[in-house]
Antibody, heavy 124, light 108 residues
Framework: QVQLEESGGGVVQPGRSLRISCAAS????????MHWVRQAPGKGLEWVAV????????YYADSVKGRFTISRDNSKNTLYLEMSSLRGEDTAVYYC?????????????????WGQGTLVTVSS | SYVLTQPPSVSVAPGQTARITCGGN??????VHWYQQKPGQAPVLVVH???DRPSGIPERISGSNSGNTATLAISRVEAGDEADYYC???????????FGGGTKLTVL
């Protein structure tokens, strides 16, 4: 069965950096685009970033563009999100989610599987 | 960027039908997807492409989309349907994925 497991969350000071990971199993990871979606405490879902199956295409929400970098290692079945210049408003549970197709930003798509999330708290 | 508008809350008695709307400019020309999120849990896809259900989702849950409004309907509502529900589209003008603000479904 498809499993996505996030890790690496924690408390980080404003302005610092943090990298979170998502380990995938139960499917051919290199066949699918992958996303990060976040949810601030008590708030709704916010799409953060997407990476195509082959690492060629990446797109970011305006709120994180230039500060966050999405990447993947298909040999390790792992998705990453490098977050820099962190702000208080970046505090959220970060979910990785599988796109139902391979490409990113090429056609309408949705998230068919989600991990359980990892909490990132930005605070001094 | 494209904006999706959902009512913050919907309440319904057990056994009745709950309807949750998702408004957007000419949303009928987009594919709309719906997620259910229970407290402390990750979202779960319940409807994709306006009206298709993933395997394991009961037939009581259905979707429709036309004009400026998409609707998620849950018939014969049960206590276990209490959750937050989010609509989502892909915005072709920005290559961004967009969520509605979410609707909290309360079973009275």
């Amino acid at each position: 069965q498809v499993q996505l497991e996030e890790s690496g969350g924690g408390v980080v000071q404003p302005g610092r950096s943090l990298r979170i990971s998502c380990a995938a199993s139960g499917f051919t990871f290199s066949d699918y685009a992958m996303h990060w979606v976040r949810q601030a405490p008590g708030k709704g879902l916010e799409w953060v970033a997407v990476i195509s199956y082959d690492d060629r295409d990446k797109y970011y929400a305006d709120s994180v563009k230039g500060r966050f970098t999405i990447s993947r290692d298909n040999s390790k079945n792992t998705l990453y999100l490098e977050m820099s210049s962190l702000r208080g408003e970046d505090t959220a549970v970060y979910y990785c989610a599988r796109d139902y197709i391979a490409g990113a930003g090429t056609s309408p798509s949705y998230f068919d599987y989600w991990g359980q999330g990892t909490l990132v708290t930005v605070s001094s | 960027s494209y904006v999706l508008t959902q009512p913050p809350s919907v309440s319904v008695a057990p056994g009745q039908t709950a309807r949750i709307t998702c408004g957007g400019n000419n949303i009928g020309s987009n594919s709309v997807h719906w997620y259910q999120q229970k407290p402390g849990q990750a979202p779960v896809l319940v409807v994709h492409d306006d009206s298709d259900r993933p395997s394991g989702i009961p037939e009581r849950i259905s979707g429709s989309n036309s004009g400026n409004t998409a609707t998620l309907a849950i018939s014969r509502v049960e206590a276990g349907d209490e959750a937050d529900y989010y609509c989502q589209v892909w915005d072709s003008s920005s290559d961004h994925w967009v969520f509605g603000g979410g609707t909290k479904l309360t079973v009275l």
